[in-house]
């Protein structure tokens, strides 16, 4: 080695162990639910727009909903997500895991919906542990359950080909994220990822850095949505979370997951422009802020 590749060296050395950084955007369907819904059409109805609109404003990556894997609907959502040429990041489905025979059903329905959305390449499901009826506290037992049956759907996914990622509300985030924090305490690493939603995070009275720092490289995937003063805004811009400090977090430890535009309404929200712009302006505020390409 000659003394300029001799001094190079350790630079070079510092170059090659920082963190890959390459995080990938994608469009979460749910606002379109509520869009259709206040139009009075079906998601039927509905999907070939949804599909054109989020194509148009920019987006290559999708994550679908359960509503989107029935028999019944199936056949068009693997049409369109081929005419589009989408790739599908992940299928979202919820249910009771508390209880047991309850968590079986929705084990069950979870298999069968990566299954039939692994056909369209999805390699995530994305799965929601409903709260109890009146949001009354889980007990220690009853998470004991619910990690218990999560590592095991976790198991079974993987054998398939797919990772498992837990989502989670704001009821997940009281008691200083209680039930959240179980969930990363008692489940496998190795069968078990995270998909953070920032803003229910917030909402839940909880700091999103925080909980990225303590599950770190297990997110694999987070919803972004914004909020002023409390209320849900139409777009992903400033607001309430500080969003160029997660873009600063996720560059340091070299995220490589999925940023997910989630839109969602509110009644004080009061859109003033077509959602497909609004889908537009987030996916354009996210490549700013996060420095990637859609």
Not at 181 to 188: A, E, G, N, S, Y
């Amino acid at each position: 080695m000659d003394r300029r590749s001799f001094l190079l060296a350790p630079l070079a050395g510092a170059v090659a162990a920082k963190p890959r950084y390459a995080p990938r955007i994608a469009v979460q369907v749910y606002v379109w639910t509520q869009n259709f819904a206040a139009r009075k059409i079906s998601l039927a109805e509905g999907m070939p727009e949804l599909f054109r609109s989020s194509h148009n404003a920019g987006y290559h990556r999708i994550s679908l909903l359960n509503s989107f894997f029935t028999p019944e609907l199936f056949p068009q959502t693997r049409k369109l997500v081929g005419e589009y040429g989408f790739e599908v990041c992940d299928t979202y489905i919820g249910g009771p895991v508390h209880e047991e025979s309850a968590a079986r059903a929705t084990i069950e329905r979870a298999r069968r919906q990566a299954a039939t959305a692994s056909l369209l390449g999805a390699k995530y499901l994305t799965l929601n542990a409903d709260p109890k009826p009146n949001h009354e506290r889980k007990t220690d037992a009853e998470l004991a359950v619910q990690a218990r049956m999560i590592n095991g759907l976790g198991e079974e996914l993987n054998q398939q080909g797919v990772s498992l990622l837990i989502h989670q509300h704001a009821p997940e985030m009281a008691e200083n994220a209680r039930e959240w924090r179980w969930m990363l305490h008692h489940t496998d690493p190795k069968l078990v990822s995270f998909n953070l939603d920032l803003d229910w995070v917030f909402r839940g009275g909880n700091q999103p850095l925080e909980l990225l720092d303590e599950a770190g490289s297990r997110v694999l995937s987070t919803h972004i949505r914004s909020s002023r003063d409390g209320v849900w805004s139409e777009s992903i811009g400033d607001g309430d979370i500080d969003y160029k400090a997660i873009a600063a977090w996720m560059r340091k430890h070299g995220f490589t997951g999925y940023l997910v535009s989630e839109l969602a309404y509110e009644p004080r929200t009061r859109p003033a422009r077509p959602l497909e712009e609004d889908l537009r302006l987030s996916r354009l505020y996210l490549e700013k802020t996060f420095g990637v390409k859609a």
